[in-house]
């Protein structure tokens, strides 16, 4: 009993610590979405340059994810999760030389490796979290756990905004008028806003590292599953033979392609569509969809109770896709409402299609957990795609036609998934 007791105890504390992790990649995510606004300003980007922040960060996602599937078969979740952590804390503060050295180029390589960190992490922790319980209840448990997210989501945006956005936006006309000096030591002191935030967060993370590397963790967190290492090659064979699962990878891509999209562009859509509208008072917006996002993922995982999961996912998709479209044809303060109210029911999306996609993959787990993960590259893909369509029509606005679509590629993943038994 003392035993029994003890391991309870010490999965309650691993999934604590794990659900932390939720929080901190939160704020790497959603501070890309003050980057943007920033850089575009700093450095004079078009939409489809400034849009290379999500390239950038997703591309390290995409590569970096099957190598630490393949850590982690070798070395187990903990391990993985600590060298995550590693590369985030130190890819934080590879900003600091970037904002010495004034290079738009430094601070994408720098958002590489903070991605490879988070990759790491992402490839561990959703399925460490729905491997701790039953299979049947992985959906809510991952859902539970991913409502912690968008606390870090919306620390991240109140950092920007209170110590990255200057508030300062100038012209064209005005930066022309000003001479040499004064315009370099301007964007001297803008990419300098960015050192003490990441700064801060680059050791705070170094430290949680720290504490997870000194906790000891449930055996789960460190065994390999029998047969997982047998052949990777076969392992990405048999993925790659199970329909479903290539659907939910596609559903991955295209939701976090509309996510990462939606939020990247909300301070320029606001802009926009709301002449006069400051930088800081457009991301107060952004925080606004942030609170109903994580406001969503809670409401969401009590829906689950009453309503299967997929059936609500596939629910909230097609409500998406209408909401995107009216942000695309309607604009002005609707389509600001329309583009707000989509993160409400953007909530449960990643991680009931994570969960979903994993479904009775028993040795493919990690392998199958790192393709998923590897679909985040949507969010580059998208939000690349969004910013030419913008630079090509001179709006943001159409460019929100491409979330509508791939809200509608989920909606067709959940009717399918749900057609298939758990």
């Keep these: 009993m003392a035993g029994s007791g003890s391991d309870g105890a010490r999965t309650r504390l691993a999934v604590g610590l794990i ?7 939160g704020i790497a995510n959603n501070l890309n979405d003050v980057l943007i606004p920033h850089f575009r300003k700093a450095f004079t980007l078009s939409d489809l340059a400034s849009g290379l922040v999500q390239s950038a960060f997703y591309l390290g996602y995409f590569l970096i994810a099957v190598p630490a599937a393949l850590f982690m078969q070798k070395y187990g979740y903990k391990r993985a999760v600590i060298f995550g952590l590693c590369l985030y804390g130190g890819g934080a503060l590879l900003f600091l030389p970037a904002s010495q050295a004034q290079s738009y180029v430094f601070f994408l390589a720098a958002l590489f490796v903070i991605a490879g960190g988070l990759a790491f992490l992402e490839t561990a922790a959703n399925p460490m979290v729905a491997a701790l319980g039953p299979a049947e209840d992985a959906e809510r448990r991952l859902n539970f756990a991913q409502a912690f997210n968008p606390l870090g989501s919306i620390a991240g945006i109140l950092i920007g905004r209170t110590f990255i956005l200057s508030g ?4 064209p006309e005005e930066i022309a008028a000003m001479s040499s000096s004064a315009v370099a ?6 990419a300098a806003a960015v050192q003490m935030p990441y700064l801060v967060i680059g050791l705070g993370v170094l430290f949680w590292a720290l504490l997870i590397a000194l906790t000891r963790f449930p055996a789960i967190a460190g065994r390999q599953v029998a047969g997982e290492n047998s052949s990777q090659v076969g392992g990405f064979r048999a993925l790659f033979q199970r329909p479903l699962y290539l659907a939910g990878v596609l559903a991955q891509f295209c939701y976090v392609g509309a996510q990462v999209g939606l939020w990247s562009y909300t301070i320029r859509y606001v802009q926009e569509e709301v002449p006069g509208t400051g930088e800081k008072r457009a991301a107060d917006l952004l925080i606004l969809a942030l609170i109903l996002f994580m406001v969503g993922r809670f409401a969401g995982t009590a829906l689950m109770k009453r309503i299967e999961p997929l059936r609500l996912l596939g629910l909230f998709a097609s409500i998406n896709a209408a909401l995107a479209l009216v942000a695309a044809l309607a604009g002005g303060i609707l389509g600001v409402v329309a583009l707000t109210l989509a993160s409400f029911f953007m909530s449960i ?9 994993l479904r009775g993959l028993g040795p493919l787990t990690k392998l199958g957990s790192s393709l998923i993960v590897m679909a985040i590259i949507g969010g580059a893909v998208i939000t690349a795609a969004m910013g030419l369509l913008s630079d090509l029509s001179g709006t943001i606005r159409l460019a929100m036609l491409l979330p509508a679509g791939a809200f509608l590629v989920v909606l067709l993943f959940a009717r399918q998934s749900a057609r298939v038994p758990a």
Aim: cysteine-free; hydrophobic content about 60%.
């Design 19 to 25: 659900v932390s992790l939720f929080f901190l990649w």
């Design 168 to 171: 300062i936006e100038r012209q």
């Design 349 to 357: 999306m990643f991680p009931t299609i994570f969960a979903a996609s």
């Design 185 to 190: 030591a301007w964007r001297a002191e803008e």
